[in-house]
Structure formats: C-alpha cells, structure tokens
C-alpha cells in the first residue's frame, strides 16, 4: 500500500522502526499495522486529518499507550514491551500537542527536570538540587535558545499558551534525545513566534545526528521542513516518501489535502 | 552555612521566619521558659509530631500521595521499642534493637504497600492504607500478649531519661535537672535533625522528581522518571520518618497503646496539621503542629479564663463553657481552611 522510500538505502540501519504497529480501542482500530523505519539524520513529518491517528502513533512510539499487535525496534533492540520512562531513558523524547507541563514549578525547573532526567542523580537525597550548578547553566542555555530566559523564575502556568509551547519544546531539547518526537509544535502561536520554533527544529535537523518525528498540519512549514512525509489516514499508513511527491499524489489529494488544505494553509 | 542546613530552603516570608524562630526558640528552652511536667510533655509532644507531620506532608504536600496509614508507621516505631524496652529490660540496647526492628518493619511495610498499590488512582491507594492501617490496629490490640492489647504498654526506660535520674544536684535556673530534661532535650534534638534531613531530601534532586510527580506524573515519566519507583521511595522515606517519631513518643510517653499512637483520630489530627500549616512546605508542619497542639492543650484552659470573665454576661458564658472546646477547635479549623486554603504558610508567603 505504501510507496518505497527513495533517498534512503536499504541496507542502512535504521534507528527507529515500527512493525505492523496496531492498537485497538474497542471496536475502534487507531492505528492499524503501520510499518515504517526512521533513519539517523532525518526529519519525518507524519501528515493526515484530524483523527488520522497521528497522536496515537507517536503515543505507541513513546511508550504512553501500549500496542495491541506489532513491534516498536530502537537500534535493532525491541522496546515494546517497555515503559514510557524507560523509552525516555534509551533516548527517545517527546513533546506533547496539549501542553502538558509541571504548571506550579518554575519555568527554569520544568527544565532542569528534563536535564536532570539525563543525568541520571534523581535518586541522590543528600546533595541540594540547586548546588547542581551545570545542571542549572544547561537548562538557561535552552531557555535561551527558545528566548524564555527572562521568564525563567515564574511559574509555567503563569506563561501565556505561546510560551508554553516554547517551553514544551525547550523540555524536549533539555532532554537531549536522539529520537525528538513534535506532536504540532506551533500549534496554537502566534505568527511571530512560530519561526522561532521552526529555526530551532531546522537547526537540529541540519545538525544531522538526530531523528527528527513532526507531527504538523501546515503545509508550507512540513514542505520547508521534511526530508520525507508519510500520511497516516484512518489510522493506516497511505503514503510515504519524498515530500513534493507524496504531497502530489492522488490519495494524499482525496485522503488529506483535498478536505483540509484550505483550512490549514 | 545557614544555607546548607537549611538546604537553601528559606522561609521566604519575614513574618514566617519570625514565627519559626519564635517556636524554634521556645522549643530549645522549653525547660526553662515554660517550667512545669504539664508544658514540658506538650512541648514535647510539638516536637515528634513536627516530625510525624512532615514526614506524611513529605508524601501528600511533595508527592501527592493520599496515604491513610501514617499512624500505623508511627505506631510501628513506638511498638517497637515498646515491646523491646518491656521484655529485654531498660536497657539502651532494648531502645536499639526496637528502633532497628521498628525501622526495618516499617520500611518493608512501606515497600509492600507501594509497590502493589501505587500504580493505581490516588483513591484507591488511600482506600488500601485505609484498610491496611484497620487490620494492623485490630491486629495490635488482639495480641495483647506482646502489646498489652488495648491497654497498651507500660515501660521503664534508660535511667537516664527518668525523673529518678539527677543531671547535677543544683538547680538550674530554678528548674530541677533530671532525667526528664535528658529525654526532652533527647526528643527535641532527634527531632530538629530528622527535621532538618527531610528539608534536605525535599531539596534534593530526588525530592524534585517528586515535585514533578506531584505536578503531573504524566510528563514526568515522559522525562525517564518512573513514577511508581519514586511515589515507593517516598512512601518508604515517609514510613521511617514516622517510625522515628514513633520510637521519640515512645521513650518520652514511657506508655505506648492504641490511643496514642495507632488510633484514626491521631491520622486526622496529621491531615489537619498539615493542612492547617500548609502542604507542600515542611514548615508548615512545624506551624501546624505547634498551632494545633497547643489548642488541643489549652484551648479548654482559655475558655475556662474566658467563661469566667464575662460571668455577668448572658449566654456569652455559656457559649465559651470549657466543655464547649471541641466545638470551637472545629469553628477554628473550618475558618483556617476557609481563609487560609493553601496553609498558613502558603498565606504568608503569598503576601511577602
């Protein structure tokens, strides 16, 4: 059904890969036997309309729901039956559609978390969280890098929803992953604050040695964007390839472009 | 230096570090300021349950943890040395072995609890220490050949912590040196350092995961944190806090039994003391410990000087009669929580 990948040998490992990947809510099939690998050094926008099982998808990558037929493999090694956390630990990260932050802790500390996760001391009771000083130097450089710096010692839930989403993806950075995972980043900015976020995830595909999943309904963003688009249609995988090719394809003209293009460009 | 005793800590509100220096204060000279066996045991008192308090706001104010059975690890401690100091003798290695034993119990307790009950709702968990709690209760007062059964325990303790004992022949102050004065500076200093730990451990790195867990344990897994490992430890870190505070009460009581340690009613006094001093800050544990006991002690000796006072009055006697001071004390906690819903420390902080 789906189209073969054209820039990539096969032969190459690929970091990430899904097999026959299926979950079933009741009767309600969400996402139905996706096979699909992410190589090294790639950005991957998953396209599709509201429903499509995007969410669910990337949800069955991270480890917050469980499949119910498949297998997920990180660098050959089948991590399905993992759990969420120990997912985040073997490096795959992800930011959330829902802002879905620490709301009374402070925006520098919903930061720091993510940098001490990576560091792995959550388990050290003597030593003062604050004497952890390159921990904290680290989460100010992210903060920097998605200009929240000056709003670094209020709460995350006094932030107006813009920021917010800044410091989604500046938690996801912190978390220093290989595999970073955007489930529509700028969704909900204003339109001066998207390319900020837009620069920030080009920088980090251009770097080159990360894997790059992006959940994103703008058109013209995803086209700028992605090494590759695969489109995800009522929870199957439909398309999959190089961008301007699959966006011209006939199926992902009925099954995504031709109900939501309007109101999503 | 200050700064890491108090683990960087600070109260953040100058009126609170008044407050806290006040009871700090009053608490250190306790002997000598407020002579007399009755003020002694109350300040005494003020000193374990800062403790067993913080420990149980170190699970529900900084994890988020609903527990109910937080009298059952206070009395594990205190039936344990109990038990020790009633069969081995008094002897410190009796005090020891009980700890130890109590300790151990308690920590197992906790690990057994967590790990089977911590996956699932907060309710539900609450329900299972509820239940938990019940069995040990009923279990403590049915094997009433090792704990005296409802009666309780009765004990001697190291010679010197008894009154017996003569620290020097003198008195100090016009206050009498003996073994009481040993126990109450044993308990104050025990309990200012375990204090002291747990503003350490809440300010570690570890207890900010707990935070975030608290905040939303969602993302923190997100982050690589697993948050029933955490919630477990917590609960365990919690249960030997208690444990200790168990095992001060027992040597400062000489008598443990069911009233004192394990019944429900000391569980609710735990959750008002937290709630009225404010969660997710160990020093309202201190603030409502001190505030709560003090009015357990002498709410009814204020009104008895009240009622008497306005004894031409109509009605206004009557109404402040000392019988009348549970009344009032709920009339207190019901405004406290009306006014003051994130604790009198969250209050104060808020308006600094």
């Known amino acids: 059904m789906s189209m073969t990948h054209p820039t990539h040998s096969p032969e190459e490992h690929p970091v990430l890969e899904t097999h026959g990947l299926t979950i079933r809510f009741g009767g309600h099939v969400a996402v139905n036997d996706v096979s699909c690998a992410f190589r090294q050094g790639t950005l991957t926008a998953i396209v599709g309309p509201n429903g499509a099982g995007k969410t669910t998808y990337f949800n069955l990558i991270s480890g917050q729901l469980k499949a119910s037929a498949g297998s997920i493999s990180l660098y050959g090694e089948d991590i399905t039956r993992l759990s969420a956390p120990a997912r985040a630990n073997k490096g795959i990260g992800r930011a959330f559609q829902l802002t879905n932050l620490f709301p009374n802790l402070t925006v520098l500390e919903n930061v720091r978390l993510a940098i001490q996760a990576k560091s792995r001391i959550g388990l050290d009771i003597f030593s003062m969280a604050d004497r952890h000083v390159e921990l904290i130097e680290r989460a100010e450089h992210y903060l920097h890098r998605v200009a929240l710096i000056d709003r670094a010692r209020d709460t995350a839930s006094s932030l107006p929803h813009g920021d917010q989403r800044k410091l989604e993806v500046a938690i996801l950075l912190a978390l220093e992953p290989d595999i970073l995972m955007f489930d529509e980043p700028t969704a909900g900015m204003s339109v001066d604050e998207v390319p900020v976020v837009l620069d920030l995830i080009q920088q980090i595909r251009d770097q080159g040695d990360k894997t790059v999943l992006l959940v994103e309904h703008k058109m013209d963003v995803v086209r700028s964007l992605a090494d590759r688009i695969i489109v995800l249609h009522n929870g199957f995988l439909v398309a999959d390839g190089d961008p301007a090719e699959v966006i011209a394809s006939p199926i992902v003209q009925e099954a995504y472009l031709g109900m939501g293009a309007s109101s999503h460009v | ?352």
């Open chain 2, 1 to 352: 230096m200050l700064n890491t005793i108090l683990s960087g800590d600070f109260p953040r509100s100058r009126l609170l570090t008044i407050v806290l220096i006040v009871i700090f204060i009053s608490l250190a000279f306790a002997p000598f300021l407020f002579p007399g066996t009755r003020s002694l045991s109350v300040a005494a008192k003020i000193c374990y349950f800062v403790v067993l308090v913080a420990s149980y706001d170190l699970m529900l104010g900084y994890t988020g943890i609903v527990s109910l059975s937080h009298t059952m690890f206070f009395g594990i401690g205190a039936y344990g040395v109990a038990i020790a100091l009633n069969n081995m003798g008094a002897s410190w290695g009796a005090v020891l072995l009980g700890t130890i034993v109590g300790l151990l119990l308690a920590v197992v307790v906790a690990l057994v609890i967590g790990l089977f009950s911590l996956r699932v709702k907060a309710l539900f968990f609450a329900m299972v220490t509820l239940a938990v709690a019940s069995a040990f209760a009923v279990l403590a007062s049915q094997m009433s050949w090792l704990t005296g059964g409802e009666d309780g325990l009765s004990y001697s303790v190291p010679k010197i912590l008894t009154p017996a004992y003569k620290l020097m022949d003198d008195k100090l102050f016009g206050v009498r040196m003996n073994g009481r004065i040993v126990a109450y500076y044993l308990v104050f200093s025990v309990s200012f350092v375990l204090f002291l730990v747990m503003l350490r451990i809440v300010n570690s790195p570890f207890g900010r995961v707990l935070q975030s867990i608290r905040e939303n344990d969602f993302r923190s897994e997100a982050l690589g944190f697993q948050a029933v490992i955490y919630r477990s430890l917590a609960s365990c870190l919690g249960a030997l806090m208690a444990a200790l505070a168990g095992v001060l009460a027992a040597l400062w009581l000489r008598y443990t039994g069911p009233d004192t340690t394990l019944s429900f009613d000391i569980m609710v006094d735990i959750l008002l003391m937290v709630v009225i001093g404010g969660m997710g800050s160990l020093y309202g544990s201190v603030l409502g410990a001190t505030i709560f006991i003090l009015a357990q002690n002498y709410l009814q000796n204020l009104m008895g000087a009240v009622s008497d006072a306005t004894a031409a009055l109509p009605l206004v006697p009557e109404l402040f009669h000392p019988d009348r001071w549970l009344l009032w004390l709920g009339v207190m906690f019901v405004l406290s929580v009306y006014f003051f819903p994130t604790g009198i420390v969250g209050r104060l902080r808020s308006s600094s």
